[in-house]
């Protein structure tokens, strides 16, 4: 028997190519809206190691997953990469409250999200293969054969944010930081739809 899906709050995926500023767009704004009781980050679970430069996520090995996952601790799961992700089950709370719930999402998972929950405001960060170049370069994480390979699947994502809200993330964070918090504030108060 299928379940009824879980609302009335909002889950809110973010997605967009590696290197586009996800991570940060989030960071920005669970910095300034993270005491709030009616918005949640959600902390992903990821199959690898922690990196202090990268996403904050709790890490489990790939059987200890595979375990939890065939529980129902996770909402929403994913493979990519070669690596399994996965978001809390506990995240539903929030939407059941009415509150927002905020995570860093696979595109391919988008679906998956929009099964699960009454109301899902789906954002892309959306960012150009010239500030993208620049910026992974800076970093100093990967060659110019990965920096490559991170264009290449940037325009992957051009068609996809004909059915999200678009941040452009060419700029300075704190420009598509302030536009990720305006949308959050608006799924806060937007009416939620009733449960079918």
Not at 62 to 78: C, I, K, R, T, V
Not at 82 to 104: F, K, M, Q, S, W
Not at 132 to 142: I, Y
Request: aromatic share 6%; charged share 20%.
């Amino acid at each position: 028997m299928m379940k009824a899906p879980v609302g009335p709050g909002v889950f809110v995926p973010v997605v967009g190519p590696s290197g586009a500023g996800k991570d940060s767009i989030i960071a920005y704004a669970r910095d300034r809206l993270g005491s709030r009781s009616d918005i949640l980050f959600a902390r992903r679970v990821v199959t690898r190691s922690s990196d202090p430069h990268g996403e904050p996520h709790d890490t489990l090995d790939e059987a200890s997953f595979a375990d939890a996952e065939a529980g129902g601790a996770f909402a929403l799961s994913w493979r990519s990469h070669g690596l399994c992700y996965g978001i809390p089950a506990n995240v539903d709370h929030t939407v059941r409250e009415g509150g927002v719930v905020v995570a860093n999402l696979s595109r391919a998972s988008v679906a998956d999200a929009q099964a699960r929950y009454v109301n899902v405001v789906p954002v892309l960060v959306s960012i150009s293969d010239a500030v993208m170049a620049a910026r992974l370069a800076a970093r100093g994480r990967e060659d110019a054969q990965q920096i490559a390979g991170r264009i290449a699947r940037n325009a992957d994502y051009r068609g996809f944010g004909v059915n999200c809200t678009v941040i452009d993330n060419d700029g300075a964070l704190e420009d598509a930081g302030e536009a990720f918090i305006r949308i959050l504030i608006e799924a806060l108060q937007r009416k939620p739809a009733a449960i079918a």
